[in-house]
């Protein structure tokens, strides 16, 4: 979990959610993906002009979509490089929960377990008081 927050720290391109999915297999990283697009520093995000909720809509924004999203990347890097995933878990820092598409691209590739940050519908979630967003590696 440690990794995936570096990771996410260093490669991510997500301003305000940066979060990176970690692959591992015994007990050892094989993969890893950070999530967001540099779509936003030239575009707006069509999910902020109509006001989409949290979760929602992610599909009608080029910067948003699931494609950039850490999990889905991580799928698809697994595959180009021929990575095995059965039965290999899934370590995501800095979300609290996947979307549908993610969720239904790691059921496909058989992963095991989806591990997240303990309190993570806290800390990383926008709606709680007492999240660290803005501010997640301070
Ligand atoms: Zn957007
Ligand atoms: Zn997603």
Redesign the pocket.
């Known amino acids: 979990m440690i990794e995936a927050r570096n990771f996410a720290e260093t490669n991510s391109l997500d301003k305000i959610m940066p979060n990176a999915s970690v692959l591992v297999k015994d007990g050892k990283i094989i993969g890893a993906a950070a999530n967001g697009s540099d779509?936003?520093e030239k575009n707006i995000?069509?999910?902020?002009v109509l006001k989409s909720p949290t979760g929602q809509d992610y599909e009608l924004?080029?910067?948003?979509h699931p494609k950039n999203h850490s999990e889905g990347k991580l799928m698809r890097l697994a595959e180009t490089e021929g990575i095995d995933t059965n039965d290999t878990d899934v370590y995501l820092w800095g979300h609290w929960w996947c979307c549908e598409p993610c969720w239904n691209e790691m059921l496909k590739a058989n992963i095991g377990n989806v591990y997240l940050l303990e309190n993570s519908e806290i800390l990383f979630n926008k709606n709680h008081p007492d999240n660290i967003v803005g501010r997640q590696f301070a």
Do not use: A, K, L
């Open positions: 779509y936003h995000c069509q999910r902020v924004c080029e910067g948003c």
